[in-house]
């Protein structure tokens, strides 16, 4: 019978992968900012992701993916409030969390759909599948999205989240974290990434942050916290911009 993983057996993986992508770079190869697709630490990533070449298809239908997905008559103010959704208001730090949308030129991506997911302040998700001993939030289920406007720019309010334990070994705890969701003009554009919160000590344990090996495109994960974005006796603000090409560009999960 094999043993449990440990969290020491996990980040002695982490600090291999590291050192050998540091080696790699000091000796002429070129920055990652895309974790590989089989980071062995990322127990289940390494078990899930595709090791054949993408097939293209030539689909008659494909005309129907050319139209924007939703149209501003679609998205109403509530749904980037997420502690305005439900009778009461939720349980936990309240915060806004804005930014912009820019492509490699930094230039702003306007109007465009930005969806989030998250977990409660507890660290539990409103899905059946999630069921760790956690309260759920009957005032919040942690879900929200917007356009961005003419500046690119995006905004939330919502509830900071709290972290959660998964399986990927023993005692192994995520960050806490939301999930972004941006479509371009059809959903087979679609791309998913995540936000992090500064400062948070689970960071050097977490195997899916840490598939990210280059230090910078690491950072580029991390929310800032601005004081500006505060609201008086209200809520804390949190600037996160997302680059969706070049050498600047925020990860994205599928990889490229």
């Known amino acids: 019978m094999t043993e449990p993983l440990t969290q020491a057996d996990i980040g002695a993986e982490i600090a291999q992968a590291h050192d050998a992508y540091a080696k790699a770079v000091a000796g002429g190869a070129p920055v990652r900012h895309h974790p590989d697709r089989g980071y062995a630490p990322y127990r289940s990533g390494a078990l899930r992701h595709p090791r054949h070449p ?28 997420l502690t305005r959704q439900h009778q009461g208001a939720p349980l936990g730090e309240r915060i806004t969390v804005t930014g912009r949308v820019l492509d490699r030129a930094g230039r702003p991506v306007r109007h465009q759909l930005v969806e989030l997911w998250q977990a409660n302040a507890s660290g539990r998700y409103a899905h059946q599948r999630d069921q760790h001993p956690a309260p759920l939030d009957p005032n919040f289920t942690g879900v929200g999205r917007c356009l961005t406007d003419d500046r690119g720019e995006y905004a939330f309010t919502t509830v900071r989240p709290g972290a959660y334990p998964w399986r990927n070994h023993t005692n192994a705890w995520r960050p806490a974290h939301i999930h972004f969701s941006l479509f371009g003009t059809a959903f087979s554009q679609r791309l998913v990434t995540q936000m992090y919160f500064p400062g948070d000590p689970l960071f050097p344990h977490d195997p899916i942050l840490q598939s990210v090996t280059d230090d910078a495109a690491r950072e580029r994960l991390v929310a800032a916290y601005d004081h500006e974005l505060s609201t008086p006796e209200w809520s804390l603000g949190y600037r996160w911009d997302i680059v969706l090409d070049g050498p600047a560009a925020t990860w994205i999960e599928e990889g490229r």
């Open 54 to 81: 993408l097939v293209g298809l030539d689909d008659p239908e494909a005309v129907e993916l050319s139209g924007p997905v939703f149209g501003v008559t679609d998205v109403t103010e509530l749904d980037s409030d």
